[in-house]
């Protein structure tokens, strides 16, 4: 399986962007994929999760209400849209492939994971 994350880039504080990730390989419409971040000097964190239907969603307490996880199963793609971002959303962020339907918390069940896709916040 092969993830390739992109849609990352510069923008200012209060702007948006929409990160995808297209899967090759597989088809992934049966399972858990994910987004996680890891900013400089700091450990990779869970961003969102999206259970194999699109439901089962769970956010980390600080992107909720501000970003938002989909998926396309069609397009074998899992979209990340983040808005009303922060300098501290400064990071790279990587998706990645859970081996359950619906992931459970953390890092936990995450077998394949893409390249990352840069995204820089100024303030």
């Known amino acids: 399986v092969q993830l390739q994350a992109s849609g990352g880039g510069v923008v200012q504080a209060g702007g948006s962007l929409r990160l995808s990730c297209a899967a090759s390989?597989?088809?992934?419409?049966?399972?858990?994929m994910g987004w996680f971040r890891q900013a400089p000097g700091k450990e990779r964190e869970f961003v969102a999760a999206?259970?194999?239907?699109?439901?089962?969603?769970r956010y980390a307490d600080s992107v909720k209400g501000r970003f938002t996880i989909s998926r396309d199963n069609a397009m074998n793609t899992v979209y990340l849209q983040m808005d009303k971002l922060k300098p501290e959303d400064t990071a790279v962020y990587y998706c990645?492939?859970?081996?359950?339907?619906?992931?459970?918390?953390?890092?936990?069940?995450?077998?394949?994971w893409g390249q990352g896709t840069l995204v820089t916040v100024s303030s």
């Open positions: 990645a492939l859970n081996s359950r339907p619906v992931p459970g918390p953390g890092k936990f069940g995450y077998d394949y």
């Open positions: 390989g597989r088809i992934v419409s049966s399972y858990g």
């Open positions: 999206i259970g194999w239907s699109g439901g089962n969603i």
